[in-house]
């Protein structure tokens, strides 16, 4: 084994490129304070952001040894052999399985840091999605061996990192926003995926398509003619089987990658009000708890003891807390990158009646039967009431008319926000 690493790290390129890639995922890692950490489905997501470079370099490289491999003075070397595919096969794989076995240490520390123990998504999801991603890396790399088989080294490196980038686009969904199978889709996610769990046929199908044609790629056949190279007979089969199944792949599959899974919060500390996080936010525990609980502290303090609810309830991407009593919670980007969770955030999150469906995600206003003038004075002004109750000063202004609130009023419009009673007409 050290005999062939010696010769593969002395004749190849691609052994090296783990170097830079081992950059990149550490990069990655390290970027927005790591917001990802705790969750296992986005910390692995998050990871494959990282392929959108990793994927077309990888490409140029191993385009770059299957060019050399094929040059004149070379070529008869690997087409004299049993079995000439042999030689790219183990080019590729020197090249990509260095970069995967990095790509799948940095995603386990990732998930080891985040100390996640029970991923709402389920270990086997997580181990799916990342199998997916180490696939990729794989299909990128024989990609560019089938490319670089049929051109010079410079002009291989280039054919093989800039077709691999203009695929990422067009088979990534990164154009548009329809929900279709794309072979490339592998998350990159920059918020919380609470609430949501992989679709297992539609990661299946990723894993069937990227090793099937992965394989016909890195095995495609060469002959050379007066000088020049070009696909064998089978090689032209296998590029037309590969071509085909990327072509017919949106009809075969699912078209989500995720699916809802709208389960509420099971992590509760604290009395009147209950105060439930997510199992997999519980590192957030001290930094939530207590500025909710002191915030409705402060409530009972001022005579606003109807605002206090029995409950207050994380809200994930799917799961809307609502009910009489029940107040939402979510959590800001700046509790995940800064660890700070600022007063008005909290309490734009604890008035905001996200569960109606008028404020619901894809809903035009222009349709909705709601007087937007009266619904926003109502909201800031139960808003600014809160603001007044925490002893805490806007500073900047308010973009709707208002007027604080006493306890009798506030408690009539946290009803009538609850039962989405919105502007006060019903």
């Not at 790591?34 to 392929?51: K, N």
């Not at 790219?88 to 260095?98: H, I, M, N, T, V």
């Not at 990609?143 to 410079?154: D, E, K, T, V």
């Not at 994930?316 to 800064?338: C, D």
């Amino acid at each position: 084994m050290r005999t062939k690493l010696g010769y593969a790290v002395h004749t190849l390129i691609g052994p090296w490129l783990v170097l830079p890639a081992i950059v990149l995922d550490v990069v990655t890692f390290l970027q927005r304070g790591m917001p990802w950490r705790g969750e296992g489905m986005w910390t692995a997501d998050w990871f494959a952001v990282a392929l959108f470079v990793l994927g077309p370099v990888s490409a140029g490289v191993a385009a770059v040894d299957a060019a050399r491999l094929t040059r004149p003075g070379n070529i008869h070397l690997v087409l004299s052999v049993p079995r000439p595919e042999r030689v790219y096969l183990r080019a590729a794989l020197w090249c990509a399985a260095p970069v995967a076995a990095a790509h799948m240490a940095t995603i386990a520390v990732a998930l080891l840091v985040g100390q996640v123990r029970q991923p709402s998504a389920g270990w086997w999801a997580i181990i799916a999605s990342v199998s997916v991603q180490v696939l990729a890396i794989f299909w990128y790399v024989a990609l560019g061996s089938a490319l670089g088989r049929f051109a010079s080294p410079l002009v291989a490196g280039l054919l093989g990192a800039t077709s691999s980038f203009v695929l990422n686009y067009t088979l990534s969904n990164a154009f548009d926003s329809d929900q279709q199978f794309r072979l490339l889709k592998f998350g990159g996610a920059t918020i919380t995926l609470l609430g949501r769990t992989y679709n297992a046929a539609y990661l299946g199908g990723q894993a069937i398509l990227l090793f099937t044609t992965a394989l016909l790629l890195v095995t495609l056949r060469v002959r050379s003619r007066s000088g020049m190279r070009m696909p064998s007979a089978a090689g032209w089969a296998a590029a037309c089987a590969a071509v085909g199944l990327l072509a017919f792949a949106p009809a075969l599959f699912p078209n989500n990658r995720q699916v809802d899974v709208p389960v509420p919060p099971d992590v509760c500390t604290g009395d009147a009000p209950q105060i439930c996080l997510f199992d997999e936010h519980r590192r957030y525990t001290d930094l939530v708890v207590p500025q909710v609980q002191q915030l409705m502290d402060k409530a009972k303090h001022k005579g606003y003891q109807a605002l206090v609810p029995q409950r207050v309830l994380e809200q994930s991407r799917t799961y809307l807390p609502s009910g009489p009593a029940v107040q939402r919670l979510w959590l800001p980007a700046e509790v995940y990158e800064q660890g700070q969770l600022p007063l008005e955030l909290l309490v734009e999150s604890l008035v905001s009646p996200w569960h109606c469906k008028e404020l619901g995600p894809g809903v035009d206003p222009m349709t909705v039967d709601l007087d937007w003038q009266a619904y926003h004075s109502r909201y800031f002004s139960l808003f600014m009431t809160w603001m007044q109750i925490a002893d805490h000063r806007l500073d900047r202004p308010v973009p709707a008319e208002f007027r604080v609130l006493n306890p009798a009023e506030a408690q009539v419009m946290v009803e009538d926000f609850q039962r989405c009673e919105l502007d006060g007409r019903s």
